[in-house]
């Protein structure tokens, strides 16, 4: 599906209807109890512990990155299933990361199941792997350093 027009643009408090409609479309790393992710947590991400970026595509929220500055995590990085491979992911995901180390050098990490796009995903990001979060999802890390030489090498920064 290709939408008429995308925007990329920072996560407000009103959009949350929409982040949680999108979390809970996905196909892959889905949440074992949805009620378990409340619009309280992602008031707390959005507002308080860090911030948030939302794709819409034709003013429909398809997209949206929630990073934490507290416990220096990815929060969540979710596509609506019909928009994956479009590269709207890899935006969000490198606004977020140039966001997050402008504001810390601390090593960011993150978990998704594994043999998943995600895992894909992450792995040709830069992602390092290093080791197991959980019973079943990978934990991945990324320092400034290797932010900045793998952004450098891709033309971000």
Known sequence: M???TI???EAQLTDIP???HVRNAVKENVLSDPSKVTDKDCE???SL???GWVCEADNNVIGFSIVDLQDHNIWALFILP????QGIGRHLHDLMLDWYFTHTKHTVWLSTDQGTNAEKFYRKAGWTEVG???NREIKFEMTFDEWRLFSQS???L
């Not at 019909?82 to 491979?85: A, I, Q």
């Open 49 to 51: 512990r860090g911030k």
């Open 82 to 85: 019909e928009f994956e491979k």
């Open 18 to 20: 929409a982040i949680q």
């Open 154 to 156: 891709v033309g971000i």
């Open 132 to 134: 197991m979060f959980g």
């Open 7 to 9: 925007l990329f643009r």
């Open 2 to 4: 290709t939408p008429n």
């Open 44 to 46: 707390n991400f959005l």
